[in-house]
């Protein structure tokens, strides 16, 4: 069965900093990787996706990811956070089989300090 | 704006009631799923429907139905609410062609059972 797994609850960064917020997966077949912001009472907003191709794709926002298979990791990144990227990020994995469901994470929350 | 819409943005209800939950997705987009989000829970996958036709059922409960009309509006039914049906409801619709497999969430419902 699918999955994937935040393992941090909270990540901390100060304002202008790189961020990195954890995602690691588990598929059997190839991995159709999403990540997702959510806004305080705002629904998720669509960042990032990996299918194929290049290891680190961008996104929306000035975030990418990297796409590691070796480590089954799909990391989500930006070089210099803003405060107004403080939110709860989703990381997700899409599901084979009789659904095309999102297999979602825990969250993570993160919070940019000025 | 990720072009899906949701009404009403929030309801409160007492336990046994029945309400019903509604969703425009994209247009074009021929794919509409629902999703739960609760504290204890996180995000659930909870039914999708294709171009008018149930495709795929989640840990939807036999009180919760939904439909999708010939226009691909999508319902969500759900009935004798009890307090541990409160959460935030989510529709979501993806254009479900090659390399595009991402999903578009709406603003969601906020749903209290009292």
């Known amino acids: 069965a699918q999955s994937v797994a935040q393992p941090e609850d909270q990540v901390n960064v100060a304002e202008g900093n790189p961020l990195t917020v954890k995602c690691t997966y588990s598929?059997?077949?190839?991995?159709?990787l999403f990540w997702y912001v959510q806004y305080p009472n705002r629904g998720l907003q669509f960042l990032l996706k990996?299918?194929?191709?290049?290891?680190l794709v961008k996104g929306s926002y000035g975030f990418e990811a990297e796409f590691n298979k070796s480590q089954t990791s799909f990391h989500l990144k930006k070089p210099s956070a803003l405060v107004s990227d403080s939110a709860l990020y989703f990381c997700?994995?899409?599901?084979?089989?009789?659904?095309?469901?999102?297999?979602f994470g825990t969250g993570t929350r993160l919070q940019v300090f000025p | 704006d990720s072009g899906v819409t949701q009404t009403p943005k929030h309801l409160i209800t007492a336990t046994g009631q029945r309400v019903t939950l509604r969703c425009s997705p994209r247009?074009?987009?021929?794919?509409v799923y629902w999703y739960q989000q609760s504290l204890d829970q996180g995000l659930q996958f909870l039914i999708q429907?294709?171009?008018?036709?149930?495709?795929a059922k989640g840990n939807i409960l036999e009180r919760f139905s939904a439909q999708q009309f010939p226009d691909l509006h999508s319902e969500l039914n759900l009935s004798s609410l009890e307090l541990g049906d409160s959460a935030l409801y989510f529709c979501?619709?993806?254009?479900?062609?090659?390399?595009?497999?991402?999903?578009?969430f709406g603003p969601g419902t906020r749903l209290t059972v009292t």
């Open positions: 979501a619709s993806s254009p479900e062609v090659a390399g595009s497999y991402e999903q578009y």
């Open positions: 598929v059997s077949g190839n991995p159709y």
């Open positions: 990996y299918i194929t191709g290049d290891n």
């Open positions: 997700a994995v899409r599901d084979w089989g009789n659904t095309d469901k999102l297999i």
């Open positions: 247009s074009g987009d021929l794919s």
């Open positions: 429907y294709y171009n008018g036709e149930e495709r």
